[in-house]
């Protein structure tokens, strides 16, 4: 399974965006797609699955094209719910006496009207043993969300939810799991834009 970052917005690292519609990728985010999308081909993918917002659609469907294939939106892959703070700017945030819970105790955080980053955590791992329940035998590529992708990678690492800002997830980077039928995890991958070869 190839998890990845959907290509930047405009203001990608300024505003908490959430569930928020209406945010595209920039054009330059678009050529970074395309080309994760021609390097990608090298890769025989069964299924592309995003998250149906418009910048992990926009991104997935360059992702998706050189197999001939669409991009299959899944609801569970949706960006955590964070309530009240959805479409606030970062630089006010970082000024909440909570923000300090985000980065320390993120096992006890739950955004103020949305749900709490375990909950996320518990979703975002059942829809991706879900998805590759239906493809046992190939590779899917599945296009979310940085929070969705960090928490997913820290449960199959083992990584207490509290560490979860040791981990990076950069746009349009790709996260390799390699889950067995048997259900078995190895994680060859994380936060990499290497060649596809090196992730066997």
């Not at 518990?122 to 329940?133: F, I, K």
Request: charged content about 20%; aromatic content about 6%.
């Amino acid at each position: 399974m190839l998890l990845i970052r959907h290509a930047p917005v405009p203001t990608t690292g300024k505003v908490l965006y959430g569930r928020q519609p209406g945010h595209h990728i920039t054009e330059e985010g678009l050529a970074a797609a395309r080309e994760l999308g021609r390097r990608l081909s090298k890769v025989e993918i069964q299924a592309v699955y995003c998250s149906p917002i418009e910048r992990t659609r926009e991104t997935a469907a360059q992702i998706a094209e050189p197999h001939g294939h669409s991009p299959v939106g899944e609801a569970g892959l949706m960006e955590v719910d964070y309530g009240e703070w959805t479409g606030q700017e970062l630089a006010k945030l970082y000024k909440l006496p909570e923000w300090k819970t985000v980065i320390r105790q993120p096992s006890r955080m739950r955004f103020p009207g949305g749900e709490s980053l375990a909950e996320a955590q518990l979703r975002g791992v059942r829809v991706c043993e879900e998805l590759v329940g239906r493809h046992p035998d190939g590779a899917i590529a599945v296009v979310t969300h940085s929070d969705i992708i960090r928490l997913v990678l820290g449960f199959y690492l083992g990584q207490p939810l509290d560490f979860l800002s040791r981990l990076t997830v950069s746009p349009t980077s790709v996260s390799v799991l390699d889950i067995s039928k048997k259900g078995g995890v190895t994680v060859t991958a994380i936060n990499t834009n290497g060649d596809p070869s090196s992730w066997q």
